[in-house]
């Protein structure tokens, strides 16, 4: 089956930067439009950014500007580099993948890693 795994949350200072990282794994043969989301408590969950196979990314407007998505298809990885954090991005950050696979395409959603920017 088809896995992502999250990582590089955590709790850093208002300003500060966080680099998060999600690596996709099993039986893929195509990786295309990757996401990274968000869902503070209490509130909806909403899409951050995202990034075709080809490379073109769109953003949240409140992110645009700090947060930079990327990706490396030979290591089925995708980025979200996130600078002059704010409070108001205090939120679990998970990734989505729309893939090809063996059993043919679907989407995967990562477990979550926790974001907590202090003031």
């Known amino acids: 089956q088809v896995q992502l795994v999250e990582s590089g949350g955590g709790l850093v200072q208002a300003g500060g930067s966080l680099r998060l990282s999600c690596t996709a794994s099993g039986r893929i043969f195509r990786l295309n439009t990757m996401r990274w989301n968000r869902q503070a408590p209490g509130k909806q969950r909403e899409l951050v950014a995202s990034i075709t196979r080809d490379g073109s990314t769109n953003y949240l407007d409140s992110v645009k500007g700090r947060f930079t998505i990327s990706r490396d298809n030979a290591q089925s990885t995708v980025y979200l580099q996130m600078n002059s954090l704010k409070p108001e991005d205090t939120a679990v950050y998970s990734c989505?993948?729309?893939?090809?696979?063996?059993?043919?395409?679907?989407?995967?959603w990562g477990q979550g890693t926790q974001v907590t920017v202090s003031s």
């Open positions: 989505n993948v729309d893939y090809v696979g063996r059993s043919g395409a679907g989407v995967v």
